[in-house]
C-alpha cells in the first residue's frame, strides 16, 4: 500500500513510502538535506514499523524538536494503522 505523509517541523515536506504487511520499502523524501535522504531511505528499507521506530523516533536535528528520521518514524506508524485499518 502507497502512503504519503506530510512532515510537520522539517525541511522536507512529505514522505511517501510503501507498507505490506508492516514492512516499509521505496520511501522517498520531498524537500530537505539531499544526503539524509539520500541515505535513510537506503538504511531503513525493507525494515519494520517497530524497527524504525526504535532507530529513529526521537532523533532531534539541531535545534528543531524533530527530524527528517523522526517523523519518517512517525510516517511508518502512521501508515501501519491505515494499513490495518483497510484490512479490517
Known sequence: MEYIYKTKGTCSSKIRLDINDGVI?????????????????????????EQIEEKCKGIHCGFKSTSCADQLACAAREAYEAEQKQKA
Open 25 to 49: 520499502t521505496n520511501v522517498v523524501y520531498t524537500g530537505g538535506c539531499d544526503g539524509n535522504l539520500k541515505a535513510i531511505p537506503r538504511l531503513v528499507d525493507g525494515m519494520t514499523v
